[in-house]
């Protein structure tokens, strides 16, 4: 067992330097829906790919939808808030985020296995927040 006062003190960080990398960039992209400082990369998406954005846009609220959840669950992250429920939010976003990649786009699927890998290791250490969910016949 390793009592070394300094390990502990690292690793006691780590779920806060993990929700902060996860937290900070949703800040930033779920803005930039809004406010359109990031430019637009310079190489065309892949067909597919871009007919699957263009719907997304097409639809009028589906992009501003994820803009708010980005950001939300970006705030909720690096203000150590509501973190549970901010992993719940964004897990279906980073689940269809893996298959846009993996399917229509594999350029981005490095970035994107990052906020998996970011997203599974926060929920690992929110588990005793799950628990009561993941009951398989809950109490009334």
């Known amino acids: 067992m390793n ?3 300094a390990s502990k003190s690292f690793i006691r960080f780590i779920p806060a330097v993990a929700r902060i990398l996860m937290g900070a960039p949703l ?8 406010l359109n400082f990031i430019p637009p990369p310079s ?6 790919a871009a007919a699957f954005t263009g719907a ?15 950001l939300l669950v970006g705030a909720f992250l690096v203000t150590n808030r509501f973190v549970p429920l901010a992993l719940v ?3 279906p976003f980073i689940l269809n985020s893996i298959a846009f990649h993996v399917i229509l786009a594999p350029s981005g699927l490095a970035p994107a ?7 599974l ?4 250490v929110y588990r005793a927040a799950y628990r009561p969910l993941l009951t398989a016949r809950a109490a009334r």
């Open 3 to 5: 009592t070394d006062p």
């Open 27 to 34: 800040l930033v992209f779920g803005a930039n829906l809004f």
């Open 43 to 48: 190489s065309p998406m892949p067909e597919k």
């Open 56 to 70: 997304l846009v097409a639809t009028g609220y589906m992009m501003p939808l994820i803009g708010i959840t980005q």
């Open 89 to 91: 939010l964004f897990a």
């Open 113 to 119: 296995a990052v906020f998996l890998a970011l997203e």
């Open 121 to 124: 290791y926060l929920a690992w």
